[in-house]
């Protein structure tokens, strides 16, 4: 499996912006899926973005659509979540997820086998 190590996550005031990275190590990068999830405290784990391959399509929660913005630099073994404007209800754990398939990511995260251990995200109102 592809090892993933989050970071950049904080305490940032509403309205506020973060940029979580996510290091990949282990196997080849460009043969994954990347996203990102998140689990609010006493919630479910919730999908927040996806990007493929090669970084041309990106898929969105409706709850972020317009906010955050996934990338991927495939020659560093990175990706990144951009959120601005970011509001209180945005509070969670931060986790990086890799799979072959994008649509794993996306519609069938409970087969995912590659998580991060996620990072922090505090936003005060």
């Known amino acids: 499996q592809v090892q993933l190590v989050e970071s950049g996550g904080g305490l940032v005031q509403a309205g506020g912006s973060l940029r979580l990275s996510c290091a990949a190590s282990g196997r080849t990068f460009s043969d994954y899926a990347m996203g990102w999830f998140r689990q609010a405290p006493g919630k479910e784990r919730q999908f927040v973005a996806a990007v493929n391959r090669f970084g041309t399509h990106t898929w969105y929660a409706d709850s972020v659509k317009g906010r955050f913005t996934i990338s991927r630099d495939n020659d560093k073994n990175m990706v990144y979540l951009q959120m601005n404007n970011l509001q209180p209800e945005d509070t969670g754990r931060y986790y990086c997820?890799?799979?072959?398939?994008?649509?794993?990511?996306?519609?069938?995260?409970?087969?995912?086998?590659?998580w991060g251990l996620g990072t922090l995200v505090t936003v005060s109102s």
């Open positions: 997820a890799a799979d072959s398939v994008s649509a794993t990511i996306r519609d069938r995260p409970m087969a995912i086998k590659s």
